[in-house]
């Protein structure tokens, strides 16, 4: 380019950033640089965009950081009518009024304040520890929570500093886009930053794994199912991930039936039982089955009866193809309304039905498999000690979400130990867990495979120490 082409250029920037048509910075929207606010068709193009954003956000300081906090709980809160709507519009799953508070709740998400640096000080000096950010993250979405997973590991990952690349679950991509476009024309608007948050319009398995191998992209955070969870630990990379869950629940004869009823439903109803942590299935000690089943009614509960569970399964699941295999849920009753599993089977129940319950035997594959459906099968156990077992045998290693309801300080101990899981509820429902029912902060990502548990803005950093020796300490 010539030096009068660069003056040209230079003119139109001026007038357009005047108009409003491009940030100040004289990246215009819908270029390769800058995308259509911060969507991408491209890993490399939204990689090097994110990369700018990063050197952004940390020329700006943490002043920056907390304003993007801010705008996107905000938003969250504010256009959480709308932008629930359409999410369940575009994925066919879950409730319209969890959608939305899903969206409300993205208040809870920790943020900037959370981040809390360390020192120490003695004769030798003294030494601080900050963390600091690891750059640009690239991020895996699920359908299930597309936009509240999205809006929280944003607040968790620019409160430690980063920039991210998110890849989302392709039949949930155009809510998680139209989501990153909110957040950045508004984050624009207020701070001049652009591309701290990028997407890839178009996701594919291909855009996945160009994310994964990309040599700029230190750090991968992958929120889904087991597949994608595999394909991340296969890398090189430091991988932070929340794989699946098959959430069991104990009930045993000194618990409060009512409210372990209605703990239940609450848990399990939640958005149709999309979420990981919702209760899967329920084992009960043999003395108070039938009380429970009783109650489960009076709190907003159908109960099946064998034939019907048995014509729910048939329809739910399709067999295994051989002896190696294992049955598999049919999508489309993944996150379906009561309403609709019941019409599958030709059966109509009340308008207000939150949950579908029926006792099952452990063979039925509703016990084994993370089904996402408001269909929870009730185990008979003879005993609280067959309860804990066939609670740890079904949860498959997971290390995810146990719940037990009791009185017995005995059982409850002996039921978290052994279960071992990152989330362990207690006379509560499993939303508990994330501080929705009980008390505790929020996240959308709980890595259970890495260990690193419910995600906060600490999970996103790394240790960085900086000592003064001798003379120059403080003390």
């Known amino acids: 380019m010539n030096a009068n082409e660069q003056a040209i250029r230079t003119v139109v920037q001026e007038v357009l950033s005047k108009l409003g048509k491009i940030p100040a910075n004289g990246h215009v929207n ?60 575009e994925t066919q799953v879950g409730r319209l009024d969890h959608k939305i508070e899903k969206l409300k709740i993205v208040q809870d998400v920790l943020g900037v304040a959370y981040l809390k640096p360390e020192a120490l000080t003695g004769s030798g000096g003294t030494t601080i520890i900050e963390y600091a950010p690891f750059g640009v993250i690239g991020a895996i979405t699920p359908v299930t929570h597309s936009l509240p ?16 690349v998110f890849n989302p679950h392709p039949s949930g991509k155009n809510i998680a886009c139209e989501g990153v476009r909110r957040f950045n024309k508004a984050i624009y608007e207020e701070t001049g930053l652009t591309n701290v948050i990028t997407i890839i319009g178009n996701p594919t398995i291909e855009s996945a794994q160009a994310i994964f191998e990309h040599r700029d992209i230190p750090l991968l955070v992958v929120t889904g199912g087991p597949a994608v969870a595999r ?32 703990s239940i439903i609450a848990g399990a109803a939640y958005d149709n039982n999309l979420l990981c942590i919702g209760e899967k299935e329920v084992f009960v ?32 699941f399709d067999p295994p193809k051989d002896a190696s295999d294992h049955y598999h849920v049919k999508k489309q009753y993944v996150g379906k309304d009561p309403a609709v599993l019941a019409a599958a089977i030709g059966l109509s129940v009340p308008a207000n039905t939150q949950l579908l319950v029926g006792e099952t035997d452990v063979n039925n594959p509703f016990v084994p498999e993370e089904q996402m459906m408001p269909f929870v099968p009730i185990v008979r156990c003879r005993d609280t000690a067959e309860g804990i077992k066939l609670c740890e045998q079904f949860e498959h290693g997971f290390r995810h979400t146990a719940i037990v309801h009791s009185k017995n300080l005995d059982v409850i101990a002996e039921m ?39 995600t906060t803005p600490m999970t996103f950093t790394r240790q ?5 020796s001798d003379e120059l300490r403080i003390l």
């Open 416 to 454: 978290g130990r052994v279960m071992n899981t990152t989330l362990f509820c207690v006379n509560g429902p499993s939303t508990a867990g994330l501080g929705v029912g009980g008390e505790g902060y929020l996240s959308y990502s709980i890595a259970t495979p890495t260990g690193e548990g419910v």
């Open 285 to 316: 000690v043999d003395g108070v089955f039938n009380s429970l089943m009783e109650a489960f009614g009076r709190h907003g509960a159908f109960r099946l009866n064998a034939d019907q569970v048995a014509k729910l399964t048939a329809v739910a």
């Open 30 to 89: 819908g270029s390769a640089d800058n995308g259509d606010w911060g969507v991408f068709q491209n890993v490399d193009d939204a990689v090097v965009a994110a990369t700018d954003g990063f050197h952004q956000l940390t020329k700006a300081g943490t002043d920056a950081r907390k304003a993007v906090e801010r705008i996107i709980k905000q938003i969250c809160n504010d256009q959480a009518e709308e932008l629930g709507r359409l999410e369940l519009e």
């Open 231 to 262: 394909a991340a630990l296969g890398t090189r990379k430091r991988a932070i991930v929340a794989g699946p869950g098959n959430p069991p629940v104990l009930v045993d004869d000194t618990a409060d039936i009512e409210k372990a009823a209605k």
């Open 149 to 164: 997973t999205l809006a929280g590991n944003v607040i968790n990952m620019v409160a430690a500093g980063n920039s991210v």
């Open 464 to 468: 960085r120490r900086m000592s003064m």
